[in-house]
């Protein structure tokens, strides 16, 4: 497999993590997208993602996949345990509605925030922006984790008693956050404490 990316970006640092966890990190080759410069704008990604954005996952056979939540099904399902979207229908239930709620509300806000109200990638690249918009935006995080507060007051995981896709989507969040100086607040010991947690994972830890 090929996974195109930027190395350090959240949304990579996703799929990093996920290949981690299921054991496939050695058996993945890494295609560098300059982001910051332009590239991921360019024809020749384009017509691997008309989205243009990482990651970008290529099988052998050429078939192309992008979306973190669509490569780490992919992935989940290539490999075998341990499970990061559930086994039963209600387990994948559960972990996809908590997992697109923190990417909602705290990776996705977090994004905005970045993109909108910091100067973001530059101008080059940030053609448009609306500074209320991101702040706004940078609210909804802070509300996001207040949520996960109260689940992880009850829980070690945001999914239950075990490491989830979601929890790693958390863990782009907090990457993204730590990177426009977003601090968990001191309201939010527990969030604290498992992003801690998450920090001195193995497969956070190799996804660096």
């Known amino acids: 497999m090929k996974l195109y990316e930027f190395k350090g970006f959240p949304n990579p640092a996703r799929i990093r993590i996920a290949l981690a966890e299921k054991g496939l990190l ?3 080759e890494f295609v560098q997208v300059d982001v910051p410069g332009g590239e991921h704008k360019e024809p020749t990604f384009l017509a691997k993602n008309p989205s243009g954005t990482v990651p970008v996952l ?8 992008s979306e973190c939540t669509a ?3 992919y992935l989940d399902h290539v490999a075998g345990e341990p499970g990061l979207t559930g086994e039963t ?3 994948r239930g559960r972990i996809a509605m908590i997992q697109r709620k923190v990417e909602a509300g705290f990776l996705d ?8 109200a910091t100067e973001g990638l530059g101008p080059d690249i940030e053609s448009y922006q609306n500074a209320a918009w991101g702040a706004r935006r940078r609210e909804v995080a802070l509300k996001t984790l207040s949520w996960m507060e109260e689940i992880l007051s009850k829980q070690p995981y945001l999914a239950g008693d075990r490491f989830t896709v979601a929890d790693i989507t958390a863990q782009a969040g ?5 990177f426009v100086k977003l601090d968990i607040p001191e309201s939010c010991p527990n969030v604290r404490a498992y992003a801690e947690r998450l920090a001195e994972r193995n497969s956070i830890r190799q996804a660096a």
Not at 58 to 65: A, C, K, N
Not at 109 to 116: L, M, R
């Open 26 to 28: 050695d058996k993945t």
């Open 71 to 73: 490569i780490t099904e």
């Open 174 to 178: 907090f990457l993204f956050a730590g």
């Open 58 to 65: 290529e099988l052998e056979d050429g078939t192309l996949l």
């Open 89 to 91: 229908p209600a387990m």
């Open 109 to 116: 806000a977090v994004a905005d925030f970045f993109h909108h």
